[in-house]
């Protein structure tokens, strides 16, 4: 039996048509261009559904109300498809898979994500094949798990990020392997889903608007001018810090703001600025003191995941202690430690 795929349009570069201002999402226009797709109804195929969003965005206008609206048209048709494609724009793409991985809870279908960097209205627009392969692979039901496709790769959702603001390859996942690639033929490649609990019901867990930031670390930074945002206004903190979690020798001044800031219910988590390798708290003198302050390691996490990872987690309400400790845990495959 034909597998059944939900595509839902969200917006993004694939579905947009230039305007006086420049390519911006137009409704009703993408399913006019799918409805003369010839390769969409090739027997190889899924049966496809689609839905498109209202009101259709460019990615970088995306909010956590907007991952919820995301997760909700899901959850509805959760029942009822063997897996989704969700066309999104690419700015923002890499935000939405790994807040998706963490929202739909136990959910064991493929989820994948796509979209281009050339709209589809275009000549030599890489839409068309990041769509049909994408519809293939949810189609195949090999990869069960939020995924995003992109240029060639299937990458984990929670691990990808763009790494091109121009180049058709545009994202990859330098900490995780790629679940599949695909050239003449598509070739899955051996990987570890993420441990789910089979015995229990898919869920969606809706994100909360919590204040969370990041915080890029460069050398001569002042952290005393950052103390009210990250212990007054800020729950979930991202230190983008340099190599495997340093932080500038003036360090000593960003530890009482730390400490403060845990005291005061917020959680800071370290990740790096190399898109590639771990966290390792403790290797160098940098580093050390970020721990006994409070700050938990963010390992290989992306930036991405990680600020996803806080929504989610203080979404669920629980205390800042337990936060701490989940973030350093390995939940949806977004971390190794
Ligand atoms: N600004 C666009 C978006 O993220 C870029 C893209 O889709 O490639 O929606």
């Not at 984990?156 to 996942?173: C, E, I, P, V, Y």
């Not at 033929?185 to 990041?214: H, Q, W």
């Amino acid at each position: 039996m034909k597998k059944r795929i939900c595509l839902i349009h969200t917006g993004g570069t694939i579905g947009m048509v230039k305007g006086e201002n420049g390519y911006s999402p137009k409704e009703g226009y993408l399913e006019s261009v799918l409805n003369k797709m010839d390769d969409l109804k090739s027997p190889e195929m899924p049966d496809i559904s689609f839905y498109e969003m209202s009101p259709l965005l460019d990615s970088s206008d995306m909010a956590v109300e907007d991952w919820n609206r995301i997760g909700k048209e899901i959850a509805k048709r959760y029942d009822s498809y063997d897996g989704f494609v969700i066309l999104h724009g690419t700015d923002t793409m890499a935000y939405t898979a790994a807040a998706l991985s963490f929202m739909l809870e136990n959910s064991n279908k493929p989820i994948i994500l796509t979209g281009s960097q050339i709209p589809l209205c275009e000549i030599r627009s890489d839409g068309q094949d990041n769509l049909i392969t994408s519809l293939l692979i949810a189609g195949s039901g090999k990869v069960n798990e939020v995924c995003l496709y992109f240029g060639g790769r299937l990458l984990r959702g929670n691990r990808a990020t763009k790494m091109s603001a121009d180049g058709l390859l545009a994202f990859d996942s330098p900490n995780c392997p790629r679940l599949a690639e695909a050239g003449i033929s598509i070739r899955y490649l051996p990987y570890t889903p993420p441990k789910i609990d089979t015995g229990a019901p898919f869920s969606l867990c809706l994100l909360e608007n919590v204040p969370i930031g990041v915080l890029k670390i460069f050398p001569g930074i002042s952290f005393p001018i950052f103390d009210t945002l990250m212990t007054e206004k800020l729950k979930g903190i991202v230190l983008e810090t340099f190599g495997a979690g340093n932080i500038p020798g003036e360090g000593h001044t960003l530890l009482p703001i730390i400490k403060k800031a845990f005291l005061a219910g917020s959680v800071v988590t370290v990740c790096s600025q190399c898109p590639q390798g771990t966290v390792t708290l403790g290797a160098y003198a940098t580093s050390s003191p970020l721990v006994e302050a409070g700050a938990v390691s963010g390992f290989d996490m992306t930036t991405e995941a990680a600020v996803a990872k806080l929504y989610y987690l203080f979404s669920k309400d629980y205390p800042s202690e337990k936060i701490k400790e989940l973030m350093e845990t390995d939940m949806r495959g977004e971390l190794t430690k």
